[in-house]
Nanobody, 125 residues
Framework: QVQLVESGGGLVQAGDSLRLSCAASARTFSNVAMGWFRQPPGKEREFVAAISIWGSTDYAVYADSVKGRFTVSRDNAKNTVYLQMNSLKPEDTAVYYC????????????????WGQGTQVTVSS
């Protein structure tokens, strides 16, 4: 079973940037994509972004709420996926989860077969 370990969360101010990292214990054919969900306080988990992990071309999908501000990328040599978050807003405050999926699209929780433990991102106004 692949394990995902997130890092890079923290407390920042509105307008700041933060980069999350997700290291996978292995890259398996059961994973077509890796990406990020988040769970704001008192709300359900929501899709943030996903990227293909095979092939030489990066295919990425983003939630409308983060397009133009967040960028997902990968380093296959390190089995690591990143989420660069710019122009952060208080509404971006959430626990961010790294995920693995056999699909690449605007993911729903039912698409996910492996979850990381989560990392807290807090954006103050």
């Amino acid at each position: 079973q692949v394990q995902l370990v997130e890092s890079g969360g923290g407390l920042v101010q509105a307008g700041d940037s933060l980069r999350l990292s997700c290291a996978a214990s292995a890259r398996t054919f059961s994973n077509v994509a890796m990406g990020w969900f988040r769970q704001p306080p008192g709300k359900e988990r929501e899709f943030v972004a996903a990227i293909s992990i095979w092939g030489s071309t990066d295919y990425a999908v983003y939630a409308d709420s983060v397009k133009g501000r967040f960028t997902v990328s990968r380093d296959n040599a390190k089995n690591t996926v990143y989420l660069q978050m710019n122009s952060l807003k208080p509404e971006d405050t959430a626990v961010y989860y790294c995920v693995g999926s056999a699909k690449l699209r605007s993911l729903v929780p039912g698409d996910i077969h492996v979850w990381g433990q989560g990392t807290q991102v807090t954006v103050s106004s």
